[in-house]
Structures are given as structure tokens and as C-alpha cells.
Nanobody, 126 residues
């Protein structure tokens, strides 16, 4: 059974940075596509970033391009999301997601992922 556990959320001020991490277990991590999504109260879950199996391909939502960076460490079975220049609009629960098929590319829709973490809260407020 695949398990994804996010960490690193918290309360920060606008303009500050935060790094989220997700630890995966239960399946060969290197043959996976990993993604980050977020969901604010009253809104649908939205795509943030995705990275293919070897880190050679990444994709970002327009709203975070240039501010967020996704990376992975296959030796440690982790994926990270470095978030810089945070804005109040980034406030949401952030979820880590994984898929273990067709892992050469990236994916931006929630239904394209099979496994999800429990989420970690990120709040950006002055």
C-alpha cells in the first residue's frame, strides 16, 4: 500500500518562503510521477506542480511559475516543493500525489493520480 506523508506547512508572512516535503513508501518510488495540488476553502483542488520519474520534466501552474520549484530525491523517496515570495492567495491545504504508470511525463489533473497524502496547511497572512 502506497503511503504519502506531507510535512513543512505552517504560517508565514507575505513574501516569505516555505518548503514542503512528501515522503513516499510502499512502492518503487523511482517509477512514479509526483505532483503537488492545493485546495482553499470553498474551492476545487487545483494543480500546483508535477515532476516526472527522473526529474527531467517539470510543470507548474501559471499562478506559481517563477516562485515555486518542485524537486525529487529518488534515493530518499521524497519530493519537495520550494515556495518563495508567498502571497495570501497561496493559502490552502497542500496535497502530495503520485501515479505509478506512464511516468515519463507530467500530469496536471487530480484524476490522473492514484495516491494522495493527507495534506498540510499553508497559511500566508500578515
Amino acid at each position: 500500500q502506497v503511503q504519502l506523508v506531507e510535512s513543512g506547512g505552517g504560517l508565514v508572512r507575505p513574501g516569505e518562503s516555505l518548503k514542503l516535503s512528501c515522503a513516499a513508501s510502499g512502492r518503487t518510488y523511482s517509477t512514479s510521477v509526483m505532483g503537488w495540488f492545493r485546495q482553499a476553502p470553498g474551492k476545487e483542488r487545483e494543480f500546483v506542480a508535477s515532476i516526472n520519474w527522473n526529474g527531467g520534466s517539470t510543470d507548474y501552474a501559471d499562478s506559481v511559475k517563477g516562485r515555486f520549484s518542485i524537486s525529487r530525491d529518488n534515493a530518499k523517496n521524497t519530493v519537495s516543493l520550494q515556495m518563495n515570495s508567498l502571497e495570501p492567495e497561496d493559502t490552502a491545504v497542500y496535497y502530495c500525489a503520485a501515479r505509478y504508470t506512464d511516468y515519463g511525463g507530467t500530469y496536471s489533473h487530480p484524476h490522473e493520480y492514484n495516491y494522495w497524502g493527507q495534506g498540510t496547511q499553508v497559511t500566508v497572512s500578515s
